[in-house]
């Protein structure tokens, strides 16, 4: 009588049932890890904002000198709809602060805070009124426009200044001052997208609030 052995191994079908299950599995949870990666840079992001306005509200105080927030609108090469060394098909993707001293020269608080890649600022004075074209940068002999890394001055600026006492030169009268940060499929939207980051800004007091559903 023979003797019975284990079958070992896998038939090709079997192979194949394996690693269709595999791939349709990976097909699933692509969206899932997209997602996710976008919600990380998101709030990176976010923090990024946040961090670099506390600081210069704080420097305003300690130093008892006003401090000037500028956010920075830029192109970038390889991105659709965007020229490089054109700022005006750009997008508000990085900011920087400077304080200013009695003569009115400003200096560099930090280094450029630049954005994830996936990540902006929008430009429409409907979701980031601190980014209003009421607010453009004015460049003079005493406060020169400054270089800045890979884009030179090829740049736009919207400032708002912190002053001695935390508060800031906002108009406090009717108007709320908030910046939207969201995924850069699209710029100056009419409605808030999915996923998105709201930095508000008490022109009063100078403080500093988020929002993120």
């Given amino acids: 009588m023979r003797k019975a052995f284990p079958r070992q191994g896998f038939t090709l079908i079997e192979l194949l049932v394996v690693i269709s299950i595999i791939v349709i599995l990976g097909a699933l949870s ?4 997209t997602a996710s990666l976008r919600s990380s840079a998101l709030t990176q992001g976010a923090q990024k904002i946040s961090v670099e306005l506390t600081s210069a509200r704080q420097a305003a105080l300690t130093q008892n000198r006003s401090v000037e ?6 192109a970038q090469s390889g991105w659709p709809g965007e020229t490089a060394g054109n700022p005006a098909t750009g997008k508000f993707r990085a900011v920087q602060s400077f304080v200013y001293d009695p ?14 890649n996936t990540v902006i600022m929008d ?20 406060d020169p426009q400054v270089s800045l890394p890979n884009v030179g ?3 736009n ?3 708002f200044q912190f002053q001695p006492d935390g508060s800031t030169n906002l108009n406090p009268l ?4 908030f910046i939207t940060l969201h995924i850069s499929t699209g710029d100056n ?8 980051c709201v930095l508000g800004i008490d022109p009063l007091n100078g403080h500093i609030q988020s929002f993120r559903p």
Avoid: E, H, M
């Fill in 30 to 33: 692509i969206p899932a890890i």
């Fill in 69 to 74: 927030v500028r956010f920075y609108q830029f």
């Fill in 103 to 116: 003569s009115g020269t400003a200096t560099a608080l930090d280094k450029i805070q630049v954005l994830p």
């Fill in 123 to 142: 430009s429409g004075s409907a979701l980031s009124p601190l980014l209003s074209s009421t607010l453009t940068k004015s460049w003079t002999a005493t």
């Fill in 153 to 155: 001055t090829s740049y």
């Fill in 157 to 159: 600026a919207r400032v």
């Fill in 174 to 177: 009717g108007q709320q001052w």
């Fill in 189 to 196: 939207l009419a409605t808030l997208p999915t996923n998105f």
